[in-house]
């Protein structure tokens, strides 16, 4: 039996954070092997420093038939509480996910004698992501060298593009395996009805500045048509939400915005029931499990090009824009916006195609085995 020993901020119930615990979430659930099991140590909040309702803390719960977590709660965030948790798990990997993180990532790292660790920089280290509170990030990659922390562990990448931001910071010589993050696909939905003139937008996702809710509200402001768009997430950037409320009090009469605040994971697939379109123009995403999801369900997306979703207008699946363009975003609106009703009907079949049509299960499975080192792949050493 492998054991595979996960830290991470954040883990189900929790929520908020987004995309990483998600990941997590779909690996465990998806990643079926009588041979494997998993055991993750995580907070006992969510983003913001809720504390979860549902797990009790400071000891191991069953998860489903493979996985266990243990729920750590404050006063038990100590070096010695993780390093005896990880001693008596006695694990085959230590699978450390996040880069800036003292307790969950580099604690692990500096005091854990386990020999094969892979850390997982879960779209961290993307350009656009070093460029949000870049003097805090700065600070804890220069410990991470001056410890030594990138000669201590293998990494993992969802992507070639991530491994290549992995390689630029710490070197090519980095050991980076790549292995895709496993979506969660949604029943296709049936199509709403539309008329020319006339849009429903959806957005899931954390209100900050990395998903570009606010560029979305002040393209809105130059629409003719009448849009509804509703928004669900937790606000992670107060004031970056306070920025956007102001946008929203100058829209004209024909905008109309709903903020439906923060979303439990079972919830996404009933809000994105009444759209026609998905829409988060993300400065980046290192997958964007909330775009995967919608298109899935049939929903075209509007998104950047700074996601792995790409080639989305050839396949009638959405459109990709250059964000640092004036006007692509508000003409992709638009261009939906007057779409009828038969056409729409092709573009929601695009999408679900796309969706369908990105992902290999088996192949990421194996690549997976490969990173774990289960036979036919490669162990780490």
Known sequence: MTTVFICIDWFSPAYKAGGPVQSIANLVTQFRRPDTCFKILCSNTDLGGDLLQEPPFDTWVNFNAYTQVWYASKATQKIRVLKNEIERSAPDILFINGIFSWYFNIVPLLFCKIPRKIVSARGMLHPAALAQKPFK?????????????QHRCRFHASNE??????????GKQTTVFVAANFPRVFSMQATPSKKPGTLQLVSVGLISPMKNYLRVLQELTHCTQNISYDIYGPVKDHGYWQACLLQVNQLPLNIRVNYHGDIEPAQIATALLNAHVFILPSKSENFGHAIYEALSAGKPVITSNGTPWMGLYNQKAGMNIAIEKDGELGDAIRFFAEMPDEEMDDWHKGAREYALNSIDFDAIKKQYETMFGQPGGIAVV
């Open 137 to 149: 990030k700065k600070i804890y990659l220069w410990c991470w060298k001056i410890l030594g922390l």
């Open 161 to 170: 593009d991530e491994k290549l931001f992995i390689q630029n910071i710490f």
